[in-house]
T-cell receptor
């Protein structure tokens, strides 16, 4: 186990709704990255938070947003849900935001949009 | 941006055989290459990683090799066991000022007893 926890484990929403996913980073880690993993695919980078600031963003629309709190836990918010948002959402924590920092993943939240 | 290709998509071996998974990447500035194992219903688990100042790294039955000139890296698993069955992902770290990972599409490894 990595010490990275995510909640909830599963979630069902309908198109147009909003969702908030939560992640607690491993003790001592100040960086959280979020990834979307569609069925049968590798994870795709959404964004990264370092010391409460967004530190980088992948090719995802603005309706994907996030927060990082002083204890370095993080939230991923998705507005106006679309069917294609159905996926496993993973967060990963690391000691820092450097290029060679090892990222440790949580178990993920599986989101189904109907 | 970075693009990572991974082959094969599926790999079936007999217990005790070796398994090799290969990846290529496009961004010559990438210099960190982790491998993750993902079991059904779980998040990816880091099994080994390599940095560009090293050509090969071993950890018991697992080894990774890196050829920066050719921009490819490989995972080698020896003496495979049924519990090695999972999906394996290679990844490369983009040199964009922050530590994002670009993943391959994964290899489903099935080890038959």
């Amino acid at each position: 186990e990595t010490g990275v926890t995510q909640s909830p484990t599963h979630l069902i929403k309908t198109r147009g709704q909003q969702v908030t996913l939560r992640c607690s980073s491993q003790s001592g880690h100040n960086t959280v990255s979020w990834y979307q993993q569609a069925l049968g695919q590798g994870p795709q980078f959404i964004f990264q938070y370092y010391r409460e600031e967004e530190n980088g963003r992948g090719n995802f629309p603005p309706r994907f947003s996030g927060l990082q709190f002083p204890n370095y836990s993080s939230e991923l918010n998705v507005n106006a849900l679309e069917l294609d948002d159905s996926a496993l959402y993973l967060c990963a924590s690391s000691l820092g935001a450097g290029i060679q920092e090892t990222q440790y993943f949580g178990p993920g939240t599986r989101l189904l949009v109907l | 941006g970075e693009n990572v290709e991974q082959h094969p998509s599926t790999l079936s071996v007999q217990e005790g055989d070796s398994a090799v998974i290969k990846c290529t990447y496009s961004d010559s500035a990438s210099n960190y290459f982790p491998w993750y194992k993902q079991e059904l219903g779980k998040g990816p688990q880091l099994i080994i990683d390599i940095r560009s100042n090293v050509g090969e790294k071993k950890d018991q039955r697992i080894a990774v090799t890196l050829n920066k000139t050719a921009k490819h890296f490989s995972l080698h698993i020896t003496e495979t066991q049924p519990e090695d069955s999972a999906v394996y992902f290679c990844a490369a770290s983009i040199n964009s000022g922050y530590s994002t990972l670009t993943f391959g599409k994964g290899t489903m490894l099935l080890v038959s007893p």
